[in-house]
């Protein structure tokens, strides 16, 4: 079975510039997370949808980025406009059915950089 | 709120060595708590889950149990191979909750 995909790998750009990534979770999965991660730290939760409604949002920095998961399947995650700040890795990760105990599938993440 | 607790790396083992990497937590309630490992160049993967106390979890020889007395779930692995450098995290999902929140992570290393 395909696993969670996202794009791009990686993606440089100027502070004050715009960003998307894109996700695409695992077929079937109803539940799809983006994380932050930092250089060095543990992934951070921005945004859970259930199918495509917004379950948790509270730890997205709602001024300048955005989220949308307008079909129930594939998502995409907007930075306008950027900060030095947000070099990070975005993953994405899907479960299933959303429960505590499912697991979650990450995907390979996208890195990036902002000058 | 919840958080997770990791010991500090990175941590430099030689093959065959015994592996201990400690976890604790604070959580309300009785949460679910995982290991994820990173693998260079690759995303995070499942290693082992526990969902309830005294419960272990296994997989690939690596061993966790949930002890709630402690509020711990320390990372075993009885002898480490090169293909086990890695990048180490301990989470929890809280009770009824669906959010991951992640320890820092510890960086293994593995040498012949």
């Known amino acids: 079975e395909a696993g969670v995909a996202q794009s791009p790998r990686y993606k440089i750009i100027e502070k004050r510039q715009s960003v998307a990534f894109w996700c695409n979770p695992i077929?079937?999965?109803?539940?799809l997370y983006w994380y932050q991660q930092i250089l060095g730290q543990g992934p951070k939760l921005l945004i859970q949808?259930?199918?495509?409604?917004?379950?948790?949002d509270s730890q997205l920095p709602k001024d300048r980025f955005s989220a949308e998961r307008l079909k129930g399947v594939d998502s995409t995650l907007k930075i306008q406009p950027a900060k030095l700040e947000d070099s990070a890795v975005y993953l994405c990760?899907?479960?299933?059915?959303?429960?505590?105990?499912?697991?979650?599938?990450f995907g390979p993440g996208t890195r990036l950089t902002v000058l | 709120g919840d958080s997770v607790t990791q010991m500090e790396g990175p941590v430099t083992l030689s093959e065959e060595a015994f592996l201990t990497i400690n976890c604790t937590y604070t959580?309300?309630?009785?949460?679910?708590l995982f290991w994820y490992v990173q693998y260079p160049g690759e995303g995070l993967q499942l290693l082992l889950k526990?969902?309830?106390?005294?419960d272990k979890g296994s997989n690939k020889g690596f061993e966790a149990t949930y002890r709630k007395e402690t509020t711990s779930f320390h990372l075993e692995k009885g002898s480490v191979q090169v293909s086990d450098s890695a990048v180490y995290f301990c989470?929890?999902?809280?009770?009824?909750?669906?959010?991951?929140?992640f320890g820092k992570g510890t960086k293994l290393s593995v040498i012949p």
């Open positions: 959580a309300t309630g009785y949460p679910s």
């Open positions: 989470a929890l999902a809280g009770a009824g909750s669906y959010q991951l929140t």
């Open positions: 077929s079937g999965h109803a539940t």
């Open positions: 949808f259930q199918n495509n409604g917004v379950v948790d």
């Open positions: 990760a899907s479960t299933f059915s959303g429960s505590f105990t499912d697991t979650q599938y």
């Open positions: 526990a969902t309830k106390a005294d």
